[in-house]
């Protein structure tokens, strides 16, 4: 299998769109439960303007010129981290690609642009657990360690 993985730009947006959709619908049936309130046409536009402002990254895996991947990734700022740091929001590969290796190279491509970004580390928040144990891990393999907490969040828009 060989996949190329590219740094996404504003022409990208309808696929990565697509893929976060998957991935938000995915994590929604496995729970049973309505976390996500999105659709594609704002999800596009949304990404659009983030991407365009300078606000947000992705990477895309491509086979045979067919995306099969994504990671989005912000760069914010942490004290206890010492500095600049990239946070994954979004991370997806397509079901038939999974135990692949391939979330494993897109882990690798998103480190290789975290060096080049000068961030001190990336972070990310799993999807509800005891439904993704298997993604936990997966993440544990890939060197990324558990630091604690659960994501919460206040909705204010």
Not at 33 to 39: K, N, R
Not at 65 to 88: F, H, R
Request: proline content about 4%.
């Amino acid at each position: 299998m060989e996949v190329n993985f590219r740094v996404a730009t504003v022409d990208d947006c309808e696929t990565i769109g697509s893929l976060v959709v998957d991935l938000t619908t995915e994590i929604c049936n496995l729970t049973k439960a309505q976390y996500f309130d999105i659709d594609l046409e704002s999800t596009v536009q949304r990404c659009r303007e983030l991407i365009r402002d300078g606000h947000y990254f992705a990477i895309i895996g491509l086979c045979k010129n067919t995306p099969v991947s994504v990671a989005t990734i912000t760069e914010t700022y942490a004290l206890y981290a010492g500095g600049k740091i990239g946070v994954i929001q979004e991370f997806y590969v397509s079901p038939e690609f999974r135990s692949s290796g391939l979330g494993s190279m897109l882990i690798e491509q998103v480190q290789n642009h975290a060096k080049k970004q000068n961030w001190s580390c990336i972070e990310l928040c799993t999807p509800p657990l005891p439904e993704f144990d298997r993604t936990l891990e997966f993440y544990q393999k890939n060197g990324l360690a558990p630091v604690g907490g659960r994501k919460m969040r206040k909705t204010l828009l």
